[in-house]
């Protein structure tokens, strides 16, 4: 049976996108591009320094044949894309000099490319850090009608195949969102459970996780969770969700049963929303590590198209599976 990153990259090589890599400069996003080009994943815009880019290829024993290249001092439409960024930040306070300069920062332009449907969606972040990226993402994508956080998720894949879907599992939120009140924790749910249809091809059963299973505890934290699982029900009912449960109850059937024996998610949940950010991030690690997972993200999510926020120690593989994905969760949205 095929891995879950061999069919992302089958159902991206059915229907290609375009995905624009704003960090150029960086070798890891030539060779992504040379090798996302090489297996026809996606139709690749880089933006950086030519000459730069040029010699990092050939260095690699490759080229830029077939891939866009945007030169970072000769942004071609950057007059028209700083008018359109100071219509839309002047509100804010900000000048047309400011506008036009942060166009000139090629971040902001790659997703001023997306906005205005030169590509289809963008990678960076392996140079610009978390706070720089979603800013950009935010500012100039916007977020999703009925959804107001921006969050992200993990695809965990585990060996042990017992959990989720064949071992795949999503986890939320894990690099975003530091302590999202009950609004945000819904919106985060209802988005990662958008992400895992996309990626999945069928609709998740959600786990909202916590300390307590059905009560067992009481907090105001514990309340948190139970207020954004209502949210949830009332904003998106057809979602298959159920909470608070605790980590074993969401995820071993037996326990499940015996916690939560009316809940049609525990023991079964495959997508998993953490309460805080300390709780994701913590989880998502111990189990890459621990339990041997793969872990591909975070991937960002809630904006009007894909985008992806890598880490900055990613390595140029970690770069072409985020293409792909992005790739594969606009042909969802393409439908």
């Known amino acids: 049976m095929a891995t879950f990153m061999e069919q992302i990259y089958e159902k991206a090589k059915k229907a290609p996108k375009k995905i624009v890599l704003q960090e150029g400069d960086d070798e890891r996003m030539v060779e992504a591009a040379m090798e996302c080009t090489k ?71 790659g997703a001023m490319m997306v906005r205005k449907n030169e590509v289809d969606a963008f990678v960076a972040g392996a140079v610009n850090s978390t706070a720089e990226v979603c800013r950009a993402s935010i500012q100039i994508l916007g977020l999703k009608e009925g959804i107001r956080t921006l969050s992200s998720f993990f695809v965990m894949i585990v060996p042990d195949k017992s959990f989720g879907k064949d071992g795949i599992l999503f986890y939320a939120d894990c690099g975003v969102v530091i302590d999202p009140n009950d609004k945000q924790l819904a919106d985060i749910a209802i988005a990662t459970a958008e992400s895992y249809e996309m990626l999945m091809g069928e609709k998740p059963k959600v786990g909202m996780l916590s300390c307590s299973t059905k009560g067992s505890a009481k907090h105001a934290r514990i309340d948190k969770v139970t207020s954004a699982l209502k949210i949830v029900r009332e904003k998106a009912p057809d979602i298959m969700i159920d909470g608070e449960l605790q980590g074993d109850a969401a995820l071993i059937e037996k326990v499940g049963k015996k916690k939560a024996p009316d809940s049609k998610v525990a023991g079964q949940a495959n997508t998993l929303i953490f309460p805080d950010l300390d709780s994701g991030n913590i989880a998502y690690k111990l189990t890459e590590r621990l339990a041997k997972a793969e872990a591909y993200g975070p991937i960002l999510q809630g904006t009007l198209k894909p985008c992806c926020d890598l880490s900055r120690g990613c390595k140029a593989s970690d770069i072409v599976n985020v293409t792909a994905i992005n790739v594969v969760r606009f042909q969802f949205l393409d439908k």
């Open 39 to 109: 297996q026809g994943l996606a139709k690749m815009t880089i933006i950086g320094d030519p000459d730069g880019m040029k010699k990092t290829a050939a260095d690699k024993g490759g080229s830029l044949e077939g891939i866009d290249v945007i030169d970072k001092g000769k942004l071609p439409k950057l007059d028209e894309y700083a008018k359109e960024y100071f219509e839309m930040r002047k509100h804010k306070g900000i000048s047309e000099a400011d506008a036009k300069k942060q166009m000139e920062n090629p971040l902001y332009y």
